[in-house]
């Protein structure tokens, strides 16, 4: 009875080291796929060009009855005011390789704020009032971009792309108030340097022509500011920091014109002459 315990025993041993010792199977690393995609959406060689721009303008107080307004600002009453934003973007850019392109960007943007009169109130004993209040700023940056392409289910008309930007400007602001004439305020000058990340969507109308949507998303950024008060008081601040958040107001509708060289170039057929019967 030992001897059949004991073989059977070995019989177990023997079976779990031939278990282990099969040879496994190589088991493939798994890949979304992702930059990989063997679609061609724009091709090397291409040039681009095109222009994003944006407008808004907002008229306060206008009405004899805001209760729109009353609800959503209930600290603020009697506004009246005009705030206005305007930007434009051109831009160019030159594929070196397939998806992948490099260029350069202009930003020009310009706000302004003008309240004739607010009346805040932050309690029964602390309110004031702002009356002939006016903000001015405007701003020129430029950028380097290195943007790619990620074709949408190997699409030839939409994809997402990714925009890395290594922007630098200088920006100038005024903020015053006038009082029987006299004005008072202070004045900025403002450099400033990011390197962001811009993700967004385009989608071509014609073999040539696309439209496309942007927004900002992550952003490591620097400033320095330079301000008088008055002509009188001087003072200067830095600050820098890191933002991960979509911004609504960087929201940027654009259009593109991408024209293809070489042999990515489309050619008009040859047209041959019209027979003439008689």
Do not use: C, W
């Not at 705030?83 to 390789?97: E, N, Q, R």
């Not at 390197?195 to 320095?224: C, D, H, M, R, W």
């Amino acid at each position: 009875m030992k001897k059949i315990f004991i073989a059977i025993l070995t019989l177990g041993v023997l079976s779990v080291f031939s278990a282990f010792s099969k040879e496994k199977k190589p088991v493939e690393p798994f890949d979304r796929g992702i930059g990989m995609s063997r679609s061609v959406f724009i091709p090397k060689g291409t040039v681009g060009a095109g222009v994003s721009f944006s407008y808004n303008n907002y008229s306060i107080g206008n009405s004899t009855d805001d209760a729109g307004y009353a609800m959503l600002f209930s600290l603020f009453q009697d506004i009246h005011g005009n705030m206005m934003s305007f930007g434009v973007a051109p831009y160019a850019s030159y594929f070196i390789a397939d998806n992948l392109s490099v260029g350069v960007r202009f930003d020009y943007d310009r706000s302004s704020l003008g309240l004739g009169n607010a009346n805040i109130s932050l309690g029964d004993a602390m309110s004031f009032t702002l009356n002939n209040f006016h903000y001015f700023k405007q701003s020129y940056t430029g950028s380097v971009t290195l943007r790619n392409y990620m074709p949408i289910a190997d699409s030839r008309r939409f994809a997402l792309f990714t925009e890395v930007r290594a922007t630098g400007g200088y920006a100038q602001s005024e903020t015053y108030k006038l009082d029987e004439g006299d004005k008072f305020g202070t004045y900025q000058d403002i450099y400033q340097f990011e390197l962001g990340l811009v993700p967004g969507i385009t989608a071509f109308v014609t073999n040539e022509v696309a439209v496309e949507v942007s927004i900002g998303l992550l952003g490591f950024n620097y400033q320095k500011v330079e301000q008088v008060t008055n002509q009188v008081e001087r003072s200067e601040m830095e600050n820098s920091g890191a933002n991960f958040k979509i911004n609504l107001f960087s929201i940027g509708f654009g259009m593109s014109f991408y024209i293809p060289t070489g042999a990515h170039r489309v050619k008009k057929a040859d047209r041959k002459p019209a027979e003439v019967q008689l």
